[in-house]
């Protein structure tokens, strides 16, 4: 599968009470937004020690959402226009089946694993497995469903995230929007130019998953005035320029 999706990071001094009032919105580029709950996500990504998947532009993840495990492989990511991001997908519930179709998948990518038994977290098998832990975050995300949730064809999904980083927890706010019907690939950009329209800067489209902008925070925090760019437990405005020029040599990276 592909998903076709485009991201504002928000960058104002509310970050929080900008979030709220997109997750408050009925309407959004014409078209009504139906209320889809909330979900608690926790994600850890694993790459190769030597970085086989980000060298090939891909990335693994482990989700777990409301007690259920999901196992994801994606790929490069293709701008498609300005602002949307489209790429291949594949996620499978985690099971014994999951396991060994990732491992057929990656060794003709020159990426053997140790096969396991599946037992346990999943997590703990695909460590044994030779994988190393990369990034790890929990995400809450409100869920709004454009043009009705029976036959929604975009979701709108505002996110507080929090990055588990070396130097401790940090949060970073954005929303995403996914196609999730033809007609929805033509909405994204409108959608976007709408909440651009209402927000002004307090929005930035942001082409980098939240894979990559983890990571560009740990380099940004490294560097001599990295940690001038925190604002309690959360990044300042003035850090995503930053994190901007840092991701901007790279090539469209794989998603979220």
């Known amino acids: 599968m592909s998903e076709r999706e485009a991201k504002l990071v928000i960058t104002g001094d509310r970050p929080g009470a ?5 997750a408050a919105l009925s309407t959004l580029a014409a078209r009504p ?17 030597g970085g086989a998947l980000r060298a090939r532009r891909e990335s ?30 594949l996620e ?18 020159g990426i053997p694993l140790r096969s396991i038994p599946v037992t346990g977290d999943p997590v703990a098998v695909l460590l044994a497995s030779g994988l190393a832990r990369l990034q790890e975050r929990e995400t809450s995300r409100r869920l709004r469903y454009a043009d009705g949730a029976s036959v929604p064809i975009a979701e709108l999904a505002i996110d507080e995230v929090t990055f ?22 033509s909405y994204l ?4 130019e709408a909440l651009r329209a209402l927000f002004g800067a307090a929005l930035t489209p942001w ?25 309690g437990d959360r990044l300042s405005p003035a850090a995503y ?9 790279e090539p469209a990276p794989p998603g979220d």
Request: charge should be negative; hydrophobic fraction near 40%.
């Open 18 to 22: 900008v979030a709220d009032e997109i």
């Open 33 to 49: 937004l139906d209320r889809a709950g909330t979900v608690s996500l926790h994600d850890v990504y694993l790459d190769t020690p």
């Open 60 to 89: 693994l993840r482990v989700r777990v959402a409301d007690g259920r495990a999901f196992l994801t492989l994606k790929g490069p990511g293709r701008e498609v226009e300005p602002g949307v991001i489209e790429r291949d997908e």
């Open 92 to 109: 499978t519930p985690w099971s014994e089946v999951a396991y060994a179709r990732l491992l057929d998948i990656l060794a003709p990518r």
């Open 164 to 185: 588990r980083l070396a130097a401790g927890p940090l949060r970073h706010h954005e929303v995403e929007i996914e196609a999730k019907a033809p007609e929805g690939a």
């Open 189 to 192: 950009p409108r959608a976007v």
């Open 207 to 231: 082409r980098y998953g939240k894979l990559s902008t983890g990571q560009a925070i740990e380099r940004l925090l490294a560097t001599g005035d990295g940690r001038s760019l925190i604002d």
């Open 241 to 249: 320029p930053r994190l901007a020029e840092l991701l901007s040599g």
